[in-house]
């Protein structure tokens, strides 16, 4: 109970004096706190990352700024992701057993691609060192055991849009369809849109070319729909899905996923055209969101058609 004739406590006026000087000690720990909780974020859940080359265009453009949320966690088509171009290795057989010839794969779609990299030109490109935070969080990630530590570092990380999840039904050879495939049972379709004047290069080329007009089509999976590069007339080639030559159509169960970039001619050589299913392994991450930039290469990609977007 308060007393007006109590006499003040000596030992009272310290505390609430240290009370006082307390809020610089409490602006400090909150300014610590916050920085460690952004690196952690930063280090484990999301980060922003430079895209470099055009193999995205129109959607991502070289110089755009992307988030990107780490992990292979609510993947849907649709979808954009960072991924590892590197095939996977292929053990060297042992001397003492004698070649075995390599048997059907029981409903898990067909082998991947395993031969001999091609050129990385006119691809959208993420620098291993803006998503690995260098050394100490590769060595994390060796520790923690999600990376193995015998496997090298890929020269740069690619990015393409998911048409199929692992799980799905993927048919090759489908005319009516974009890229001559069907998801489902449920063809690609495409929309024929108004051509771009585009200056599109790749990620090691440092001067952009002049810009000419190319061809557009919007596509839609599902509820997303979203603007892509056509490609050239004709069927599309699929070499790292080892398809037979028949003219037929092949339904396949993709064991990984479906990745293709959304400009088709120059990203060929590294999508899923090329490498067969990407599986869930080499996933680093879900672009979330298009943070924007202005590239004067491309005069017909308007700033206000081009900010910022979530989901793109």
Not at 123 to 132: F, G, I, K, P
Not at 194 to 208: I, K, M
Not at 238 to 261: K, S
Request: proline share 12%; charged share 25%; glycine share 12%.
């Amino acid at each position: 109970m308060w007393n007006p004739f109590r006499r003040a406590d000596p030992e009272d006026e310290l505390a609430a004096r240290a009370g006082e000087r307390s809020w610089p000690t409490r602006l400090a720990w909150l300014v610590l706190v916050g920085g460690a909780t952004a690196l952690v974020l930063r280090c484990g859940v999301a980060t922003v990352v430079e895209i470099h080359g055009d193999g995205m265009a129109p959607t991502l453009l070289t110089g755009d700024h992307v988030l990107l949320i780490r992990g292979t966690w609510g993947l849907a088509a649709g979808d954009l992701v960072v991924y590892d171009p590197t095939p996977p290795a292929t053990p060297a057989p042992e001397p003492a057993r004698p070649p075995q010839l390599p048997g059907p794969r029981e409903g898990r779609g067909l082998p991947r691609h395993d031969g001999p990299r091609q050129p990385l030109r006119n691809t959208a490109v993420v620098d291993v060192d803006d998503l690995e935070l260098g050394d100490e969080w590769q060595a994390v990630q060796r520790r923690s055991g999600v990376q193995d530590p015998n496997t090298p570092a890929p020269r740069s990380l690619r990015v393409g849009r998911i048409l199929a999840v692992p799980g799905d039904r993927v048919s090759f050879g489908e005319g009516r369809g974009a890229l001559g495939i069907a998801i489902n049972g449920r063809p690609l379709t495409q929309e024929v849109g108004a051509p771009l004047r585009l200056a599109v290069r790749g990620a090691q080329d440092s001067q952009a070319p002049p810009a000419r007009p190319r061809g557009t089509a919007r596509e839609a999976i599902g509820e997303r729909r979203y603007q892509v590069l056509s490609a050239a007339p004709g069927p599309t080639p699929w070499p790292g899905m080892r398809l037979p030559g028949d003219a037929g159509p092949l339904e396949v169960e993709a064991d990984g996923y479906l990745v293709i970039a959304d400009n088709r001619d120059e990203g060929a050589c590294c999508d899923s055209r090329a490498l067969g299913f990407v599986g869930p392994e080499r996933i680093r991450g879900e672009i979330v969101l298009r943070l924007g930039g202005r590239n004067h290469s491309h005069p017909d990609v308007a700033p206000e058609a081009h900010g910022l977007l979530w989901k793109p």
